[in-house]
């Protein structure tokens, strides 16, 4: 048998078990993996949902997910980019606000899993999806960039709340409290840094 029938005869038995090795999720948040012919995914359902339910909260996962993988960048670069007076304050505050966020990642992708979706990760999708812009230049003013993050925070925060309620209206509340206690953490060390831009020594 040559290598070519014995490539062609491989691919035929994988499409009779469900269809080609990997597949495109389907849906404007590139997110349904519910009907995909492919490989290990017969099972694959949105449990709950009705297919405009899992539209709607597979958006607000898609969208987040790509946002907090972001925010998580942004901090690092800030993290190593500070420097001057505030180095020994906010280099150390940088890593303790990711250890808050981190978690946030997994746990989101993993949600969208469960519920019959796949979760996005290529740069060009984080880029598009995230309401964070990921610094493409050298910032070392800790005013600066202080007050980028907690604008970011802010925006960040509120879609959360905005997100808890429309995922709620969507016959989801596992993934609204979930997005509430995000809102919390959010808000938290929003307020944190916000308290840092009362010191005129940040100037």
């Known amino acids: 048998m040559t290598k070519k029938s014995a490539s062609t005869k491989t691919a035929a038995k994988t499409t009779a078990r469900g269809g080609a090795r990997g597949a495109k999720p389907e849906g404007e948040a590139k997110a349904d993996a519910a009907h995909l012919r492919t490989a290990n995914n017969a099972l694959?359902?949105?449990?709950?949902?009705?297919?405009?339910?899992?539209?709607?909260v597979a958006e607000t996962l898609q969208r987040n997910l790509a946002?907090?993988?972001c925010l998580y960048l942004k901090f690092k670069k800030y993290h190593w980019d500070i420097r001057g007076r505030f180095f020994r304050d906010l280099h150390p505050a940088y890593d303790e606000f990711i250890l808050e966020i981190f978690p946030a990642i997994d746990e989101q992708a993993e949600r969208l899993?469960?519920?019959?979706?796949?979760p996005i990760a290529a740069p060009a999708d984080l880029a598009r999806f995230s309401v964070v812009q990921v610094p493409t230049e050298t910032v070392r003013d800790a005013r600066t960039q202080v007050a980028d993050l907690v604008e970011d925070l802010s925006r960040v925060g509120k879609g959360f709340r905005d997100?808890?309620?429309?995922?709620?209206e969507a016959n989801d509340p596992a993934t609204?409290?979930?997005y509430n206690g995000y809102a919390l953490i959010i808000d938290k060390i929003r307020w944190m840094l916000q308290a840092l831009m009362d010191d005129d020594r940040l100037d």
């Open 113 to 118: 899993v469960a519920l019959g979706g796949s």
């Open 67 to 69: 946002t907090t993988i």
């Open 163 to 168: 997100d808890s309620q429309t995922v709620d």
């Open 44 to 56: 694959v359902d949105h449990l709950y949902l009705s297919e405009e339910e899992f539209a709607t």
């Open 176 to 178: 609204a409290d979930m």
